[in-house]
């Protein structure tokens, strides 16, 4: 065990700053584009922004610390190939230095399928978790299993973050109301009705895992139920009221 230990913890050795890059994920799918004033680039408008590291930089890091890293599918089709599960996932195992562990990715190619499972298999390992904040690390006892790998968004809003950002606010550690809890589930079931889909959009809207919303503060549920009303068809359900 001790000749796997410290290759496998340089796995965690944080990346250079030049090798992070910034994703950013509109709300809506048909949201009007426009210069982002975030991170200065065309895109529609509002979005998250997530911090990530490519699969070019993951591959050298596992290459880095074992040349003989290996991954395989954990299920092929009927042609050999890897095959993706009912929702168009890829599960694979990743093995390096004789440890294998689980990921899993999606994309709309096969190829970024790929590369998505194998930087989601890596974060298992600690590849990028230093992307994640601190409070998140300890708050999440196990990374959820489709979860972006290096993925550190911001919460979601209702408008563009200013050119020069602002402090954070202390955010309000109570946890969220019944009252927002059956707002928030009346929202999803219209607009992300699929339970583990929306605990995954909480996930990339928030910047850590959301196991159960259960654990969301008041101030987490009040801004998914803003983000969740701005994707809401124009016919959608009568709201309670979260107050």
Same mark, same amino acid.
């Given at each position: 065990?001790?000749?796997?230990?410290?290759?496998?913890?340089?796995?965690?050795?944080?990346?250079?700053?030049?090798?992070?890059?910034?994703?950013?994920?509109?709300?809506?799918?048909?949201?009007?584009?426009?210069?982002?004033?975030?991170?200065?680039?065309?895109?529609?408008?509002?979005?998250?922004?997530?911090?990530?590291?490519?699969?070019?930089?993951?591959?050298?890091?596992?290459?880095?610390?074992?040349?003989?890293?290996?991954?395989?599918?954990?299920?092929?089709?009927?042609?050999?190939?890897?095959?993706?599960?009912?929702?168009?996932?890829?599960?694979?195992?990743?093995?390096?230095?004789?440890?294998?562990?689980?990921?899993?990715?999606?994309?709309?190619?096969?190829?970024?399928?790929?590369?998505?499972?194998?930087?989601?298999?890596?974060?298992?390992?600690?590849?990028?978790?230093?992307?994640?904040?601190?409070?998140?690390? %300890? #708050? *999440?006892?196990? &990374?959820?299993?489709? $979860?972006?790998?290096? !993925?550190?968004?911001?919460?979601?809003?209702?408008? @563009? +973050?200013?050119?020069?950002?602002?402090?954070?606010?202390?955010?309000?550690?109570?946890?969220?109301?019944?009252?927002?809890?059956?707002?928030?589930?009346?929202?999803?079931?219209?607009?992300?009705?699929?339970?583990?889909?929306?605990?995954?959009?909480?996930?990339?809207?928030?910047?850590?895992?959301? %196991? #159960? *919303?259960?654990? &969301?503060?008041?101030? $987490?549920?009040?801004? !998914?139920?803003?983000?969740?009303?701005?994707?809401? @068809? +124009?016919?959608?359900?009568?709201?309670?009221?979260?107050?």
């Amino acid at each position: 065990m001790s000749d796997q230990t410290a290759p496998l913890a340089a796995l965690r050795k944080p990346f250079p700053r030049e090798a992070i890059g910034i994703l950013p994920k509109p709300y809506k799918a048909d949201s009007t584009k426009g210069q982002c004033n975030e991170c200065g680039g065309y895109h529609g408008l509002p979005a998250v922004h997530l911090d990530f590291v490519g699969h070019a930089a993951v591959t050298d890091r596992l290459l880095s610390v074992d040349p003989a890293w290996t991954w395989e599918p954990l299920a092929l089709d009927a042609n050999g190939l890897p095959a993706l599960d009912r929702s168009g996932n890829l599960w694979i195992r990743l093995t390096v230095c004789g440890v294998t562990r689980l990921g899993v990715g999606d994309g709309k190619s096969m190829k970024e399928i790929i590369g998505d499972a194998i930087r989601n298999a890596a974060m298992r390992f600690g590849v990028a978790l230093d992307l994640w904040t601190k409070d998140e690390l %300890e #708050s *999440t006892p196990e &990374l959820g299993s489709n $979860e972006k790998p290096t !993925a550190r968004a911001r919460a979601p809003k209702s408008q @563009p +973050a200013p050119e020069t950002p602002n402090p954070q606010p202390a955010r309000d550690k109570g946890l969220r109301t019944d009252a927002q809890s059956k707002a928030l589930w009346t929202l999803a079931g219209k607009v992300v009705p699929d339970k583990d889909e929306f605990r995954r959009w909480l996930s990339e809207g928030l910047g850590r895992v959301v %196991e #159960s *919303t259960k654990a &969301l503060t008041k101030t $987490e549920c009040a801004e !998914a139920i803003d983000a969740l009303t701005q994707l809401l @068809p +124009a016919d959608g359900p009568n709201i309670p009221d979260a107050s």
